[in-house]
C-alpha cells in the first residue's frame, strides 16, 4: 500500500515474502541481530520500504506497532529493556517505531524527510497521541557517543510522570555530575533519526542500555503529538502533503 511519494523517493508498506526480504538485506546491514532473519517481534509489526521512485529501488525501511494505549505497552519491543509502568495510563493510541536504517551507500537527507512525512500521515490516519521507540548509536562503546549522551541528560529526559525505568543489566546514567555538555559536538554525535524527535520536542530515558546482541546502545525516546511545536507540525504536514 502507498503511503506518500515525493521527489525520488516513496513510502509503502511491505507486502510478502519479497517485500520482508528486501527490508532484511537492509537491516542485516546495519543490525547484527538481524543477520540471523527476522526476529519475533516482526510478526506482529507493519514493515514500510522507503524506495527509489524512478526504478523502486529500496533505500530505507522501518517498521511500526500500533497501541491502543498505553495499558499495550507490554507488547511493545521496548518493553523488554526499560521499565514503563509510568507510561501504562496514558491514554490514546501509541505507536512504536523501530528498526529505521538507511541503505550504507545512500545518505541523501530527503530519505528521511520523507520517512517522516509518510510517519506523519500514518499518526494523522491513526489518531496517535505519542510515538516512541529506542533510538540506536552504533557500537557499545559509550565513549564515542559521551558528548550526545551528555546533552540527552542535560537538557532532553523525560517528564518525571512518564520517565522509563530501569530494565535492563547493561544501563549507563546520562546524567553526570560537573560535566557541562557542547551543543556542537553533542549535535555531531546525535543519530539522525534522534536529532529529529528532539526538535519534534521529544524526550529520552534517564539512561541509556548497551545492546550486545544488537551491537549498538540505545535510549528510550518518546515525543507527545500534541506537544510537537506548531511550526514544526507544519513542516512535517508539508511534507505529508
Given amino acids: 500500500m502507498s503511503i506518500l511519494t515525493r521527489g525520488r523517493f516513496a513510502v509503502r508498506e511491505a ?7 528486501a527490508a532484511m538485506a537492509l537491516r542485516r546491514a546495519v543490525f547484527r541481530a538481524d543477520r540471523a532473519g527476522p526476529e519475533p517481534h516482526d510478526a506482529i509489526c507493519r514493515h514500510m520500504l522507503v524506495e527509489d521512485a524512478r526504478d ?3 533505500v530505507a525501511t522501518f517498521r511500526v506497532l500500533r497501541l491502543a494505549s498505553g495499558a499495550e505497552l507490554d507488547r511493545s519491543l521496548a518493553a523488554r529493556s526499560y521499565g514503563l509502568a509510568r507510561l501504562e495510563g496514558f491514554g490514546q493510541p501509541m505507536l512504536e517505531l523501530g528498526r529505521f536504517c538507511a541503505h550504507p ?12 512525512g509518510a510517519l506523519t500521515r500514518i499518526v494523522d490516519r491513526e489518531g496517535i497521541g505519542m510515538l516512541f521507540g529506542c533510538a540506536s548509536f552504533p557500537g ?7 558528548p550526545a549522551l551528555d546533552w540527552l541528560g542535560a537538557h532532553h529526559l523525560a517528564p518525571a510522570h512518564w520517565r522509563p ?5 547493561g544501563a549507563l546514567p546520562l ?19 534522534l536529532r529529529t524527535y528532539l526538535a519534534m520536542g521529544g524526550w529520552v530515558s534517564d539512561h541509556a542500555v548497551i545492546d550486545p546482541a544488537m551491537g549498538t546502545l540505545h ?8 506537544a510537537i511545536p506548531p511550526a514544526r507540525q507544519r513542516l512535517l504536514r508539508a511534507v505529508a502533503g
Fill in 15 to 21: 507486502r510478502g515474502p519479497a517485500d520482508l526480504a
Fill in 56 to 58: 523502486g529501488a529500496p
Fill in 105 to 116: 551507500a545512500r545518505g541523501d537527507a530527503d530519505i528521511l524527510r520523507v520517512a517522516w
Fill in 140 to 146: 557499545t562503546d559509550p565513549a564515542p557517543h559521551r
Fill in 165 to 169: 525505568e530501569r530494565r535492563a543489566a
Fill in 175 to 193: 546524567v553526570r555530575g560537573g560535566v557541562e555538555p557542547e551543543a556542537r559536538r553533542a549535535m555531531v554525535a546525535m543519530p539522525p533519526l
Fill in 219 to 226: 535510549v528510550f525516546t518518546a515525543v507527545e503529538i500534541a
